[in-house]
């Protein structure tokens, strides 16, 4: 509740109350004290009903035509109309024309501060431009343009105030850290038919969806003892991002060992390798088949292709947001943490690789499968879906298991992120005859360092490789040699 709406209430109650007792001291001025204290009193009492009612408005993605003006008084113009009343009431109390005469001068100045305010309003347009995405953690610019379509009189000291708040599936989320954020740029002058535009920059740290506006244009040029403005609805929407971090080289180690140690066997597209490689001048004993002749026309040099033999793994991923009922802020940070990973490796997936397929299914709030072949469009289509996710009950997840066991062939490598702590409650939910190939990484930080580092930033210590690791390394290198000479 605003509390000068709720001052203002009990002053219109008050001047009704004392309207009377001062009439009767007024003499000949009975009649005109009268009208005017009661007068004031219906003033301060509707000026406090609407000042309430703008306060339950400001939720609504709507303005309402009742909330749309706005009159304030910033704490000097509150301290100078306190004056200004006690000047009165002595006036007529100690029928003194001297204060009757101060509290006339006094009133001049408040009553063509509100005016010029509100001819400076006048015929002004805002708008907001905004991007439609951005990344967690990345500043973002947002330009508002203030257009003055007077003819005559400039603009002077317009300070618009924009209203951001994030929003879920279910509707508008409370106030928090980044909701009910009202970031302000001021224009000192905008001259007559011209238009400026300011910027002001946000840093968002958490993904989802966030709605931008009202906007609300103000000003208190040129005395600043009345602030009037008006507010205009200029929504807007943007989606913000999952951080993307940096996998670590043991996750592409261990991505290329097991590319390595797979035996292919599938159906060449072309009659000698896989995937186009290069150019390169010809040679003794290249087959005339390899030839180019489009480039070796041009070229005035006969030019061979090579091709090189894909070793492209696919990918399943299961993402398991499980988070209780009342989630604490560390059940938030492991859903956070999930996400940022998934996209992670998703993204980096499609950026290293060509016409394989992956798999993403969600398993929180509720259950989302996403199929991808190309990256094209597939990036931005994961981001926002990723960006959307809440964490749940994740009921889906054991037939997300069993569907993407279907899936499965040698050329497949599945992952599941999990945000649960407990590993009988993640046995429960796997089917006996699910994934026998089943990678299993918890949201974690401690066991998510050795596989990535979030927020995009390089680790700050780097992991030694031990003995061990070696020794391990030299094994798997020796193995997928054998491997592929069998094959």
């Not at 939720?59 to 113009?77: C, I, Q, T, Y």
């Not at 070229?299 to 993402?319: A, K, P, T, W």
Request: proline letters at 4%; one cysteine or more.
């Amino acid at each position: 509740m605003p509390l000068l709406g709720i001052l203002s209430l009990f002053a219109g109650a008050g001047m009704f109350y004392t309207t009377e007792q001062l009439a009767r001291r007024a003499g000949e001025w009975t009649l005109y004290v009268s009208v005017i204290g009661r007068l004031i009193g219906i003033v301060l009492i509707l000026w406090g009903i609407r000042l309430i009612a703008s306060r339950f408005a400001k939720a609504g993605s709507k303005v309402g035509r009742l909330n749309r003006d706005r009159v304030m008084l910033p704490r000097e113009g509150m301290m100078y109309l306190l004056i200004m009343i006690v000047a009165f009431v002595a006036s007529l109390i100690g029928r003194s024309n001297m204060l009757m005469l101060v509290f006339s001068i006094m009133a001049g100045p408040f009553i063509v501060n509100g005016w010029v305010t509100f001819s400076l309003l006048r015929r002004n347009r805002v708008k907001r431009t905004l991007p439609q995405r951005a990344m967690c953690g990345e500043t973002v610019s947002v330009e508002v343009t203030l257009r003055n379509r007077k003819l005559w009189f400039s603009s002077w000291l317009m300070m618009v105030r924009d209203r951001v708040g994030r929003t879920s599936d279910g509707g508008f989320l409370g106030p928090s850290t980044e909701t009910g954020l009202e970031p302000t740029v001021l224009f000192a002058s905008v001259k007559p038919g011209a238009e400026r535009t300011a910027c002001y920059q946000l840093r968002l740290n958490r993904r989802g969806r966030y709605r931008f506006g009202p906007l609300e244009v103000s000003t208190r040029f040129p005395l600043g003892l009345v602030e009037r403005g008006f507010v205009v609805d200029e929504p807007g929407e943007m989606l913000v991002y999952p951080q993307i971090g940096i996998l670590s080289s043991r996750w592409h180690r261990d991505s290329q060992l097991a590319a390595e140690m797979v035996e292919r066997q599938q159906t060449r597209k072309g009659m000698f390798e896989d995937d186009f490689h290069h150019l390169r001048s010809f040679r003794s004993g290249d087959s005339p088949r390899e030839v180019h002749w489009r480039t070796s026309a041009r070229m005035n040099e006969l030019m061979v292709q090579e091709f090189h033999q894909s070793r492209d793994q696919g990918l399943i991923v299961l993402l398991d947001l499980w988070q209780p009922a009342r989630p604490s802020a560390s059940d938030i940070e492991r859903v956070e943490l999930a996400v940022s990973f998934t996209a992670t490796i998703c993204v980096e997936h499609l950026r290293q690789t060509r016409g394989v397929e992956q798999l993403l299914t969600i398993c929180g709030q509720k259950s989302t499968s996403l199929r991808y072949t190309t990256v094209g469009q597939a990036v931005e289509s994961l981001l926002d879906t990723l960006s959307l996710v809440e964490g749940g009950s994740a009921d889906g997840l054991a037939k997300a298991i069993t569907d993407a066991s279907l899936s499965m062939n040698s050329l497949m490598r599945c992952v599941l992120v999990t945000t649960r702590q407990e590993q009988i409650d993640l046995a429960s939910h796997i089917p006996e005859d699910g994934l026998p190939n089943l990678e299993i990484i918890h949201a974690d930080h401690d066991e998510l360092a050795e596989w990535f580092t979030p927020g995009g930033a390089a680790p700050n210590v780097h992991r030694q490789e031990t003995p061990e690791d070696s020794t391990r390394l030299q094994k798997d290198e020796v193995a997928a040699n054998e491997e592929v000479a069998s094959a």
